[in-house]
C-alpha cells in the first residue's frame, strides 16, 4: 500500500543525483515544487458497505503503507502538513506507516507532543550512500526515540563502516544506482556490509545490483529490469 500526502522534492546529497524520480533523465525532473496531494487523507478515508451497513476504512487494516516514496517526508515545505500527517497516523494503529529519509537531521522538527519514545506503527529509515554521510546522520537517526530504524544504503557509492551505528537497527538494505548515468557500486562494498550486519546479528539485504555493477574486477551494464533478480539471486541475504 502506498500514500503520497505530497509530492515533490530536490537533492539534498550525493545520493540524490539521479534521483529515481527527479533527476535529469526521470519523468518528473523539474517538477520540484512540494504539493499537498489529494491523497493526503488517504489512511483515514472510508467506504460505506451498502449490504452489511456498516463503514469501514478504504485502507485495509493490517497492512504496511509505504508513505512518501517519491517525496521525502522530512522535507522543510511539508512542515505545517505533517503535523497532521502525524495525527492520521495516531488515528490507524492498525495500519504500519514506513518511511525512508535522507533528512532525518530535521526529524525533531514539527514532532507530535505525544511521539514519546515514538509510535508503535511508524517504522523510519536512515537512507546513507557513503561514509560521510553515515558519520553525519547515523549518530543524529540513533539519537532520537524511534520504535522501529532500519538502514538504507542506497545508492551505495562507497565502502561504509556500519559497524559503530548497528545496535538497534532492525536491518540493512542494500542496493547499486539505477539509470543512465549511474555510479557504479562494488560488490566488495556490498559484502562487506555484509559481515558488519552479520557480526552484529542484524538481518541483512542486497535488493538490487543497480545498474552497474563491479564484481571480480568486471563492470557489467545491468538492466533495469534484472536489478532485482540478479541481486536475489546473489543469494546473501541474512534474514
Ligand atoms: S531525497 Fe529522495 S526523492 Fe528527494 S531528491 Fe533525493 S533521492 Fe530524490
Redesign the pocket.
Known amino acids: 500500500m502506498v500514500w503520497e500526502p505530497w509530492t515533490g522534492?530536490?537533492?539534498?546529497?550525493d545520493?540524490?543525483t539521479n534521483?529515481?524520480?527527479?533527476?535529469p533523465y526521470s519523468k518528473r525532473c523539474g517538477q520540484n515544487e512540494i504539493v499537498k496531494t489529494d491523497d493526503f487523507y488517504k489512511p483515514i478515508e472510508t467506504i460505506y458497505m451498502p449490504r452489511k451497513k456498516i463503514t469501514k476504512y478504504k485502507m485495509e487494516s493490517g497492512k504496511t503503507v509505504n508513505t512518501c516514496f517519491?517525496?521525502?517526508f522530512f522535507i522543510s515545505e511539508a512542515d505545517e502538513w505533517r503535523i497532521e500527517a502525524w495525527n492520521i497516523i495516531k488515528q490507524r494503529p492498525d495500519l504500519h506507516f514506513f518511511f525512508i529519509t535522507?533528512?532525518i537531521d530535521r526529524f525533531p522538527i514539527s514532532l507530535p507532543n505525544d511521539w514519546g519514545d515514538g509510535y508503535d506503527n511508524v517504522t523510519i529509515g536512515c537512507?546513507v550512500e557513503h561514509q560521510e554521510i553515515a558519520d553525519y546522520r547515523l549518530p543524529l537517526f540513533l539519537s532520537y526515540p524511534i520504535k522501529h530504524r532500519i538502514l538504507a544504503c542506497g545508492p551505495l557509492l562507497g565502502d561504509i563502516n556500519l559497524t559503530p551505528y548497528l545496535h538497534g537497527i532492525e536491518y540493512v538494505s542494500t542496493g547499486g544506482e539505477s539509470g543512465r548515468d549511474a555510479r557504479e557500486c562494488d560488490f566488495n562494498w556490498i559484502l562487506n556490509i555484509r559481515e558488519q550486519c552479520k557480526n552484529a546479528g542484524v538481518p541483512f539485504e542486497f535488493r538490487s545490483t543497480g545498474s552497474l555493477l563491479r564484481k571480480d574486477d568486471v563492470i557489467t551494464k545491468i538492466n533495469p529490469k534484472m536489478q532485482h533478480r540478479i541481486a536475489s539471486d546473489l543469494n546473501i541475504n541474512i534474514i
Open positions: 522534492c530536490y537533492k539534498v546529497s545520493g540524490c534521483c529515481y524520480y527527479y533527476g517519491t517525496t521525502d535522507k533528512r537512507t
